[in-house]
C-alpha cells in the first residue's frame, strides 16, 4: 500500500482524496493542494514533530490498527500511539490536546440563583408568619401595633365599591318614543270683525302645539297659542281630535293650560326637568307641528346655546333659552326636551329674517313649575276689562295710581258689587296692587266662592267693595 493512501476506502479515487483532512503540526491543511504537496507531507508524516503543546505521534503497524477497529466498530483512541476514528472509512492520528486546568463544579450564575431562591423563600415565611402566626402570640398582643389594632377591633373594613358611571343619555330615537305620544297639536278657531265682503264676520284658524302633563289631561302651552279663541280643538297622538277649553292662563309669562272637555284614553304624558340645572352645549330636541298639521309630529335637533337670554317680543320681556333646534311657526307650545327625555323648556318664539338661521327660544320649564298648582286649577273671574295707571297717568288724570276699570261683564261678580266703569282699583283683598298683573296673582291663589274686598277710587273718595270670586264660564 502506497504511503500517500492514508487508510481510504476502494471507492476513493484521485478526485475525491482532495476531500479528506490531512494533519500538520496539528492543523489541517488545505483539501485542494497539489499532489507533490501531499507527497511531501506523507514523506515526513513518519516524523515525529512538536508544535505548541500538540504532539503528533507515530501510528502503529496497520494490521494491528485494523484488527482495533474491526473489532470495536466505534470511536476510540489507543492510548497516546494510536489514531482516533473520524467518520466514514479514514482515520487521523490522535492529538493530545492541552488541559485547560478548569475544574467542574458551580458557576457563579447558579450561586446567585440558589442565593435568591433561598432570599425568596424566607421573604415569604416571613410574611406568612408575621400574618398569620405572630398575631397570636403575646409578644404581638403587647406590642403597640398589637394595641392599636386591638384597639380598633370594633371598626369594620368593607370593600370600596366603584360607583357605576351615569348613562351619558338616550338616543334621539328613544327620546321621540318616550315623548312624542304625549304630545298634541292644538287648533284654535278665531272670530273675525264683520266686513264689507263678510258683514256677518267669520273664523280664522291658527295652529300650535302642546304636550300633556298628566293623566287628568291637563295640557300646557303657550298664551299666545289660544289666546282670543272661541273654540280649541286637540288632536291626540293617536288622531283622535278632541275639544277643550282653557283652564287658566299667564299671559305675562306666555303661559296656558289647557283640559279636554271628553273623557279619552291619554295615550302619554311627559316628565318634565330642572330648567335651573341646564348648560350651554347640553344636546336638545324639538317635537312640534310646524307650519301646518300635515307636518305633526316633526322632529328636530340641537344644543343649548344660552340658558338666559333676555328677548323683547311684542313689546314684553322674556327670560328665554336659547337654540339651534330648528323652531318654525306651529311649534309654539311644544316641548324643547334634554337627552334623558325631560321636558326643560317650552318652544316660544324665533328670530324671523331671512339673514338669520337657527335661533329659537323657549320658555325655561322652571316658570310652569313654580305655577302649575295656580294655572291647574280653573280660572276665577271677576268680570272686569281694566288698564294700568303708573305714576305720570296718575299726576295727568290727578287720580290714584292702580288699575282703571274700563270694562265690565253683565252679571259677573264685579257687575253684582256694583263696581263702575272708571272706577281705580287701588287695593284687592287687603293688598296694594297698581298692575293688572299684581291683581291677577292675588286672585290666582284663591278659589271658587271665596270674598275678598276690593277698595276702589270713585269720584274722589275711595269706596270698598265684596266681590264673590266664581270660576270664568
Known amino acids: 500500500m502506497d504511503n500517500k493512501d492514508e487508510f481510504t476506502n476502494g471507492t476513493d479515487n484521485e478526485e475525491n482524496s482532495s476531500e479528506r483532512s490531512n494533519v500538520e503540526t496539528g492543523k489541517l491543511t ?31 503497524d496497520e ?22 476514528y473520524q467518520g466514514g472509512s479514514s482515520y487521523a492520528p490522535y492529538e493530545k490536546k492541552k488541559e485547560t486546568g478548569r475544574k467542574k463544579g458551580f458557576s457563579g450564575f447558579s450561586l446567585i440563583a ?3 431562591l433561598f432570599s425568596l423563600l424566607g421573604t415569604v415565611l416571613g410574611a406568612y408568619g408575621t400574618l398569620n402566626v405572630l398575631p397570636g402570640t403575646a409578644l404581638f398582643n403587647e406590642s403597640k401595633l398589637g394595641q392599636l389594632i386591638t384597639a380598633n377591633n370594633g371598626m369594620k373594613t368593607v370593600k370600596i365599591s366603584t ?22 297639536t292644538v287648533t284654535v278657531n278665531l272670530g273675525t270683525a ?45 288622531g283622535e281630535e278632541v275639544s277643550a277649553k282653557v283652564v287658566n292662563f299667564d299671559a305675562d309669562n306666555d303661559l296656558a293650560i289647557l283640559s279636554l272637555t271628553q273623557d279619552v284614553t291619554i295615550p302619554g304624558k311627559v316628565t318634565l326637568g330642572d330648567s335651573d340645572t341646564l348648560m350651554v352645549g347640553e344636546s336638545v330636541i324639538a317635537i ?20 338666559d337670554r333676555t328677548v323683547v317680543v311684542d313689546n314684553a ?39 338669520v338661521e337657527g335661533i329659537g327660544f323657549a320658555i325655561p320649564i322652571n316658570v310652569l313649575t313654580s305655577k302649575i298648582d295656580v294655572l291647574s286649577k280653573a280660572q276665577l273671574l271677576v268680570g272686569i276689562a281694566g288698564r294700568d295707571i303708573n305714576e305720570a297717568t296718575a299726576a295727568q288724570t290727578q287720580s290714584p295710581i292702580g288699575i282703571l276699570v274700563v270694562e265690565i261683564s253683565k252679571d259677573s261678580p264685579a257687575s253684582l258689587a256694583t263696581m263702575e266703569v272708571g272706577d281705580v282699583i287701588t287695593e284687592f283683598d287687603g293688598k296694594k296692587v297698581t298692575t293688572v298683573r299684581e291683581l291677577n296673582e292675588i286672585k290666582n291663589t284663591k278659589n271658587a266662592g271665596d270674598v275678598v274686598m276690593v277698595k276702589v277710587y270713585r269720584n274722589g273718595a275711595y269706596k270698598d267693595l265684596q266681590i264673590t270670586l266664581i270660576v270664568k264660564p
Open 30 to 60: 488545505d483539501t485542494q493542494s497539489s499532489q507533490e504537496e501531499t507527497n511531501e507531507e506523507m514523506d515526513i508524516d513518519s516524523e515525529v514533530k512538536a508544535t505548541g503543546d500538540t504532539q503528533v505521534i507515530n501510528p502503529v
Open 63 to 84: 494490521q494491528v490498527e485494523m484488527e482495533r477497529v474491526s473489532e470495536n466498530l466505534a470511536p476510540r483512541r489507543n492510548g497516546p500511539e494510536g489514531y482516533t
Open 114 to 116: 440558589v442565593a435568591l
Open 163 to 184: 360607583p357605576q358611571l351615569a348613562k351619558d343619555g338616550l338616543t334621539i330615537p328613544e327620546i321621540v318614543s318616550m315623548v312624542q305620544p304625549a304630545v298634541v
Open 194 to 238: 264683520p266686513s264689507l265682503s263678510n258683514p256677518q264676520g267669520g273664523y280664522t284658524q291658527s295652529i300650535g302645539t302642546g304636550f300633556i302633563l298628566n293623566d287628568d289631561g291637563l295640557i300646557a302651552t303657550n298664551y299666545h297659542v289660544v289666546e282670543g279663541g272661541e273654540e280649541i280643538t286637540v288632536t291626540l297622538y293617536t
Open 288 to 307: 312640534g307641528n310646524p307650519l301646518s298639521q300635515e307636518f305633526a309630529g316633526t322632529v328636530t335637533s340641537g344644543i343649548v346655546s344660552a340658558t
Open 317 to 355: 320681556e322674556y327670560k328665554y333659552i336659547q337654540t339651534d333646534a330648528a323652531i318654525n311657526g306651529g311649534n309654539s307650545g311644544g316641548p324643547l326636551i334634554n337627552a334623558r327625555g325631560e321636558v326643560i323648556g317650552i318652544n316660544s318664539a324665533k328670530i324671523s329674517d331671512s339673514t
